[in-house]
C-alpha cells in the first residue's frame, strides 16, 4: 500500500487500504506515485524494498550473553505467520537467490529461516513496466514464474488466481472460484506480453557480464566512481543484497550484552577494513566492487548474476546511476580486455 | 536445528606473552564433548567472542593431534584483540569454528616443503609447521623462511632452534632491521628465496604474511619454475560470519572465510595485485 | 580502574545547551547512571564542581571566546577521556558561520556596545585547541549514541562509531528516500550515520547536522540538487550550514561558493 509517497508493505485491516487506480513513476533519481484513471489495485510495480526485510532483517539480535559466568542464550525471532500480497516476479527470483545464500546447505542461517517459513507469497503480474525496469533481460519477469503461494492476474473484470504452492492450494481450494475462460487466460498472456514490450532497458548477458572481471582498469569506472555518492542506497534497496555487518551491544551495567546485525554495504568504510587498512578506500573501488560482484562474481557462486532487473537500484539512486549503462560501457566494443 | 553464529564458552588454561603485542591463548571447550568433537585442520580459524565488545577470526597455531586444547596466537591490533589481551586463565570466551579451508596437506604429502612467512605473519603456518614437523616421515626436506621488519619482532625463536636442528630441516631467519645479536640474514625475506635449491617438481610453497610480501615471493616462485597450483598462501580480510554470509570477505568471486584462507596461486592470479579487491 | 565508581563532568561552552537538554531526556537510563558514575558537574542538572578532576568529560559547545580557550585547556587536563559532544563541540556548529563574514561589522550593526563583547575571530570546535579523544556529532547529539560509548568506556574499551552515511540507516529504518520521492534536497548521502535518519523518518529532508560522511562527493550532490530547483546559492547553502566548519563541508561550500558553473 502507498505509504510516505512510496508502494510500500504495512499491515493492512482491509481492502479499501489498497489504492485502485494508483501507479508509479520511476525514473533513474526519480519516484513518484500516480492517481491513475483506471480502478486496478496492482497497476503500479513495486516500492524501495521487494521481500528481503521481511526474511533477512535490516537489524536484529542474534544472540545475547551474560558476562558472569560468560554464557550464551540463542534469541530466534519470533516470527507471526505474514502474508504478503502483490509480490512481482522480479522479487520472487531474488527472493530464490536470498534463500540460496542464506539456506545453503553447508550454513543454514535459523534467523533467516524462521521468517522465511513464515511467509504466505500472492503473487502479481506485472501489467505495466516502469521505465526503470528490465527484468526481461534477466529472465525473472513481468510474468510469475514460480517461488509463489498463490498467483493473481489482474484483468479488468476481476482477478484470475492459481496456486503456486501445496500451501496456495489449500486456500484456493476453499475459495469460491469461477473457471477462467480462454478469453480470459488470453487477456492475462496478453498483458504481460505487453508489459514485456515497454521495457526499454535490458542488461546484457551473463556470458558478456563475466567480461567485467577482465575490465577492472577500464576508464569509465572513474566515471562512474566521479558521480556516485557512496551512500549506499543501491545496496538497501536491491533485494539481493545480503551484506550484514555484527556488532555487540553491551547493557549499560555491563551484565549482559548482545549480538546485533544489521544491514551493511559495500559502499561502507567498514565493509573492508581490517586491522587500520582499508581494502577499498575510494568510491571508484566500491562502486567496482558492487557491480562486478553483481554481476559476474555472482555467477561463480550461485550459478546465476545477482539482478533480477527490478531496477530498484537506478530509481532509488539520489543521483540516478544506471547499472545497465554503467555496466554496458564497462563492456562496450573497442575497449580492451586485460 | 544448531545456530551457526551461536558461540560455545571455552575457558583459558594458559596465556603466555610472545612478544609486547602478541601473546598466545590456550584454551578448551567448557563442555568435553564439544572438546572431543572439535576437529581441525591447520590453517583453519575460530571466531573467538570476548563478552560485550566483539568477535574477531583467529587462526589456530597448534599441532590438530593435540586434543585437550587448542592455542591462538593474537596480536594487538584493534579493541577486541587488545581486549582480549588482558585475559587471564579462568577467564572465558565463546567460540565458533573451525572455520575455512586449510593448507593442503595431501597436495603437500611427499614433496619439499617451502614455507614463506613475513611481519608478523606467521601464526596460519604455525600449525602446519608443527604438523609436518611431528610427521617428518611423510614429507620432503622442509625450508622455512621467516621474514620479520626488526628482529626484535621475532617471536618462537626456541622454537625455531628446535626446528632446525631437525633432520633436513632449513630455517633461515631474515630481519629489514637487525640488532647485534641476530644471527639471520638483514634484508628482505623475499630474496633468501632466490638463493635456494628448490627441487621444482616435488616442491610446494606456502605462504603467509603481508600480501606485498607474498606477491614479491609469489613473482620469485614462478620465475623460478614453480607452477602455479604448487604455491599456496593464507589471505587476510574482514571477517565477520565465518561461512560465507556476511560479505565482508570477498575477493572476486571468492570468499576467504569459507573458500580460504588458504588458496592456490592460480585460484586468485586475477585479482592479486588488483587494488580493492 | 579502582572500586570506586568513575567521574563525570558535562561542561558547556558556546552553545545552546540542547545536546545537555538531550542528554537529560534520556529517560530510565538516566536514572541509572548515578549508580554506574559519580555525576560531578552538569550545572544543567545540578552538580557545580567544575574545575574538579574526572575520568571522562563530555563537552558540549564551540570554542568562541578567550574564556572558552582557557577553559578547555583545564578541562582537558583535568580529564582522562575528553568527548566532544554535538556539530558545535565537534566542528564548531552553526556560530562557525560568522567565521565567513566580518564579525565586526556584524557586531556594530547589532550591539549597542560591541566593545564590551570579547570573542574570538573564528568559532571552532574543540579538536582545534586540545586532543579530543571521542567526536559524537550531530545537533543534539544522540543521546543513545552518547549512552553506548559511555558504556564502552565504563567497561575500559574504546568506543567504536560506524563510519557510514545516513542513507544506511534510513533504509534499514524502512524509510523511502525522501530525495527520490519526494524530492527533497536530502544531506543524507553524504553525512555521517548516528541520528537514526531522523528527520528522512519524518519527511524532511538530512540538514546534515552530523556533518561529513567519510567520502564526500559534493559535486555529485550539488549538481542533484540544482537539477532539483535549487539555486546555486541555495546549494552552498547546504554544505556551508550546522557543520560548515567541517573541513569536507567547508571544502565543499568554498568550491560551490567560488565557482557555481564549473562543476
Known sequence: MARDGAIQFAEMTSVEQLSPGLTNEQQPGRYRLRQGDGDRLFDWNHGPQGVKPHCFSPREVLWSEQGEPLRFQPRLPAQAPIALVGVRACDLAAL????????????????YRQRREQLLL??????????????????DGPALDGGYDIGISELDEGFLLWPGSDKGQTITDRLALQPADDRQLESMLRISTQAAEEQQRSLPQPAELRRLYRRLEHSHWQDVADRCLACGNCTAVCPTCFCYDTGHEMSLDGENAQMVRQWDSCFSAGHSYMAGLLVRANVLQRYRQWLTHKLAGWQEQQGRTGCTGCGRCISWCPVGIDLTQEAAAILREGSVDV | MSDLYLPRTAVIDQRTQESPTIFTLRMQFEDDHAQQAFDFSPGQFNMVTLFGVGEIAISIVNDPQDSHFFDHTIRVVGRVSEGMSGLRPGDRVGIRGPFGRGW?????????????????GCAPLVSVIRYLMNRRDQFGHITILQGVKHSSDLIWREQYDIWSREHEVKVLLAADVVTREWRGQQGMVTELIGELNLRIGRAIALLCGPELMMMAAIANLRSMGLADNQIWFSMERNMQCGVGQCGHCQIGPKYVCRDGPVFCYS???????TKGF | MNRQKPKLAVHKFSSCDGCQLALLNLGEPLLQLPDLVDIVHFAEAGPCESDAEVDISLVEGSISTPEDVRRIRQVRENSRFLVALGVCATYGGLQALANFNDRDAWMSAIYPQPQRIDILPTSKGVSDYVKVDLQLQGCPVNSAQVLNALRDLLSGMKPSVAIQSVCLECKRNGVACVLVSKGEPCMGPVTLAGCGALCPANGRGCYGCYGPSELVNDASLAHRFEALGLDPQAVTRRFRFIANNAAAF????????????ER
Do not use: N, W, Y
Open chain 1, 96 to 111: 530464490s537467490i536470498q534463500d540460496k545464500h542464506f539456506l545453503h546447505a553447508d550454513a543454514p542461517d535459523p534467523h
Open chain 1, 122 to 139: 500472492i503473487g502479481v503480474d506485472c501489467a505495466h513496466s516502469a521505465e526503470t525496469c528490465f527484468c526481461v533481460s534477466t529472465g
Open chain 2, 104 to 120: 593442503p596437506l595431501d597436495e603437500a604429502r611427499g614433496k619439499d616443503v617451502l614455507l614463506v612467512t613475513g611481519g608478523l
Open chain 2, 267 to 273: 585460484e586468485l592470479a586475477d585479482f592479486m595485485g
Open chain 3, 250 to 261: 567547508k571544502a565543499a561550500g568554498d568550491r560551490l561558493e567560488g565557482d557555481p558553473h
